[in-house]
Each structure stands twice: as C-alpha cells, then as structure tokens.
T-cell receptor, first 114, second 115 residues
Framework: AQKVTQAQTEISVVEKEDVTLDCVYETRDTTYYLFWYKQPPSGELVFLIRRNSFDEQNEISGRYSWNFQKSTSSFNFTITASQVVDSAVYFCALSEVGNEKLTFGTGTRLTIIP | ETGVTQSPTHLIKTRGQQVTLRCSSQSGHNTVSWYQQALGQGPQFIFQYYREEENGRGNFPPRFSGLQFPNYSSELNVNALELDDSALYLC??????????????FGPGTRLTVT
C-alpha cells in the first residue's frame, strides 16, 4: 500500500523567511510520481510540481525548490523569501502506476506572518 | 483557473437522503477522478472514470457511485447519506490514463454538509 506522511501539521514563519515542508512516502512500486499541491482558502487544489521516480535532480522554480531523495523516500519543498500569499495548506501526493490515483498526505498548513 | 467546473458549490442534505454532484472536465480531457476531503485531512480517492468506464476505485462503499458522459463530464452520486459524508468533494480531470504522471487539474470542489 502507498502512504504519504507530512509530519508537520502547522508551520508559521515571518514574511521573508525561508521554510521547508517535509514529505516522506512509502510505496512498493519501482516507478511512481510525486506531487506537491497548494490549497488556498478557496479550496481548489493548485498543481505545483510533478517529479518522476527516475529523476532525482533537484528543481528550482522561482522562489520554490524541491529536494527529492529516493534513498530516504523524501520529497521536501522549500519556499525561499516567503510571502503572505504563500499562506495555504500544502499537500504532498504520490501517484499509483496505471490509473493516476493520487495518495495524499494530511497536509501542512503554512501561515506567513506579515 | 483550471477549466474544471463543479456544481453546486455548497449543498446541505439530511441523513438518509441522496445527492448528485456534477463535474465538467477541462476541454480535451477524457479522465475524471473524484476525491473526498474531510475537514483537516488530505483528499481521499473515491474512483476514476476513463472514457465512460470506471477505472479504479478507492475504499468507499457501493453507495458511492458515478457516471461519465460522452462529453466526459461526470456525476458523483451518494445514496443513504451519513453524517461522515460531510466533506469537500473534488473532481479532477486529466488526459489519457495509463500514461504515468499526467497532472490532474482540480475543480473548486463541492462542499457537502449532512445534518
């Protein structure tokens, strides 16, 4: 069975600080995808990134960066120079081979304090 | 915005009633997935439809059923509503299934309250 663990339930940081959201996953599949989604108060899940299990290169997109380490089954997400608009619940997810079923973690509520 | 729409936005039902939620997928997408998100939890996979056929189901009882129409829009039906069915129901559309890793585009959700 697949499982995604986001141990950090809530994080608060002051604006402009860097913050890292942790994600640990479990799967027996050798091929899988990992995702991060953002859920603002409006409720809609916003896609942030997809990472192939074969590709362990770190990725940077503007203020966002992702660190994928297969050896520790982790896929951590860092926001640099945080802004108030980054306040949201962030979900890490794992996709099953074949039918794109997403297994989500319980989410981390991030609050950026002005 | 993703182009995925859901209706209604909010809904209040009484225990034992039946409810139908609707989803219009993004243009060109033939796969629709439904998720249930209880308060403070991550979304849980209910089922997926690909070209009008069910293509995978999560751990939900048979009173949760669905349909996908030729235009790829979809419905989620829940019979004999229970209080624990109160949640945000999210619909996601994507392109051809079987290709690993296509990102799913989520709609804004329908918030169902069962009293």
């Amino acid at each position: 069975a697949q499982k995604v663990t986001q141990a950090q339930t809530e994080i608060s940081v002051v604006e402009k600080e860097d913050v890292t959201l942790d994600c640990v996953y479990e799967t027996r599949d050798t091929t899988y995808y990992l995702f991060w989604y953002k859920q603002p108060p409006s409720g809609e899940l916003v896609f942030l990134i997809r990472r192939n299990s074969f590709d362990e290169q770190n990725e940077i997109s503007g203020r966002y960066s992702w660190n994928f380490q297969k050896s520790t089954s982790s896929f951590n997400f860092t926001i640099t120079a945080s802004q108030v608009v980054d306040s949201a619940v962030y979900f890490c997810a794992l996709s099953e081979v074949g039918n794109e079923k997403l297994t989500f973690g319980t989410g981390t509520r991030l609050t950026i304090i002005p | 915005e993703t182009g995925v729409t859901q209706s209604p936005t909010h809904l209040i039902k009484t225990r034992g009633q039946q409810v139908t939620l609707r989803c219009s997928s993004q243009s060109g997408h033939n796969t629709v997935s439904w998720y249930q998100q209880a308060l403070g939890q991550g979304p849980q996979f209910i089922f997926q439809y690909y070209r009008e056929e069910e293509n995978g189901r999560g751990n939900f009882p048979p009173r949760f059923s669905g349909l996908q129409f030729p235009n790829y829009s979809s419905e989620l039906n829940v019979n004999a509503l229970e209080l624990d069915d109160s949640a945000l129901y999210l619909c996601a559309s994507s392109t051809d299934t079987g290709t690993l890793g296509y990102e799913q585009y989520f709609g804004p959700g329908t918030r169902l309250t069962v009293t």
